[in-house]
């Protein structure tokens, strides 16, 4: 038996299962084998934290690589629009992590509403409702607004430090943006040209804009590397090693991408590597889902 769509074949569906058992067995046990033989302090509940972290980073980027994306696909059949479930499920998760701080900490949602991480979820999480229900409108653009204010929340969030908080906000609130596109985007572009039985020229203008991202990214993950994590720490920490792992899935999809336009500029298909490239990028939001998690390595700086 097969399903319609998609997922309309049996080995297309048995993929399926298969990756998203793999997704969750990631999420709920990365951090703790990250952390093997660190020494360093076990995170509560982190594989739930994870999953949430994750379900808001997808959202962010399903909705801000659609805004793009129609920009991108030009005249011609779209394909439904995602971001209004999208959005609805980030702000959810978001609304999860806020009672699983909560619950963590003994505190009443009062309580947590005063703290620096509650206020910040809380700013996430209504941001995100707000972006989908502009996105529910004749005019979705008028999203932009509310998902700026959460990828600006999602930054402070994930830089607390006492010293030039400003430099780290402002290199991820890039990092996050630029990602966003790009592994956003491609989603968009490929449905469209599912849709449309072709369209490389779609596909070319969203190359173009995605080596822009990629050099935002390689320049502002760099930046953010050397501000947090000192050399002797790459391989002694949890924080290290998953960004290992990111910066290796991180050089596949450049590499991918540099396959999939070359292919276009020879005139053959370019959707394969693509598609590719696109589930690898799956996996870095993945894998920098786990980044949010592990323990800060703050504490190893001099």
């Known amino acids: 038996m097969s399903l319609p769509g998609p997922l309309g074949t049996p080995i297309r569906l048995t993929a399926a299962v298969l990756a998203l058992i793999g997704v969750l067995t990631v999420a709920l046990?990365?951090?703790?084998?990250?952390?093997?033989?660190?020494?360093?302090?076990?995170?509560?509940?982190?594989?739930?934290?994870?999953?949430?972290?994750?379900?808001?980073?997808?959202a962010l980027a399903v909705q801000i690589g659609e805004l793009a994306g129609v920009r991108l696909a030009g005249e011609g059949p779209l394909p439904r629009r995602w971001s209004v479930?999208?959005?609805a499920t980030g702000a959810a998760?978001?609304?999860?992590?806020?009672?699983?701080?909560?619950?963590?900490?003994?505190?009443?949602?009062?309580?947590?509403?005063?703290?620096?991480?509650?206020?910040?979820?809380?700013?996430?999480?209504?941001?995100?409702?707000?972006?989908?229900?502009?996105?529910?409108?004749?005019?979705?653009?008028?999203?932009?607004?509310?998902?700026?204010?959460?990828?600006?929340?999602?930054a402070m969030r994930a830089h607390p430090e006492a010293y030039t908080p400003a430099i780290g906000v402002s290199l991820t609130v890039v990092h996050l943006t630029a990602a966003s596109l790009w592994c956003g985007s491609l989603l968009y572009v490929l449905r469209t040209m599912r849709l449309r039985g072709g369209g490389q020229d779609v596909l070319m203008r969203y190359a173009r804009m995605a080596a822009c991202a990629f050099a935002a990214l390689c320049v502002t993950g760099t930046f953010s590397t050397l501000r947090r994590l000192p050399l002797d720490g790459v391989l002694s920490t949890?924080?290290?090693?998953?960004?290992l792992v990111k910066l290796a899935l991180f050089g596949l999809t450049a590499l991918l991408a540099l396959t999939a336009r070359r292919r276009m500029l020879h005139g053959a298909d370019a959707r394969p590597p693509a598609r590719v490239e696109l589930g690898v990028l799956g996996l870095v939001?993945?894998?920098?889902?786990?980044?949010t998690v592990v323990p800060d390595p703050h504490w190893l700086l001099p």
Do not use: D, H, K
Not at 118 to 140: D, E, F, Q, Y
Not at 238 to 243: F, P, T, W
């Open 85 to 87: 479930p999208a959005a």
């Open 93 to 154: 998760a978001s609304a999860g992590m806020l009672v699983l701080l909560g619950r963590l900490s003994g505190l009443s949602l009062g309580t947590v509403y005063g703290l620096r991480e509650g206020r910040l979820l809380l700013v996430t999480t209504n941001a995100l409702a707000l972006a989908a229900l502009c996105a529910a409108t004749r005019r979705p653009a008028l999203a932009l607004g509310p998902l700026a204010v959460a990828v600006g929340a999602e």
């Open 285 to 291: 939001v993945l894998v920098s889902a786990l980044l």
């Open 29 to 58: 046990l990365g951090v703790s084998l990250a952390q093997t033989g660190t020494g360093e302090l076990e995170i509560p509940a982190a594989g739930t934290i994870t999953l949430l972290r994750l379900l808001v980073l997808t």
């Open 238 to 243: 949890a924080y290290g090693r998953v960004l």
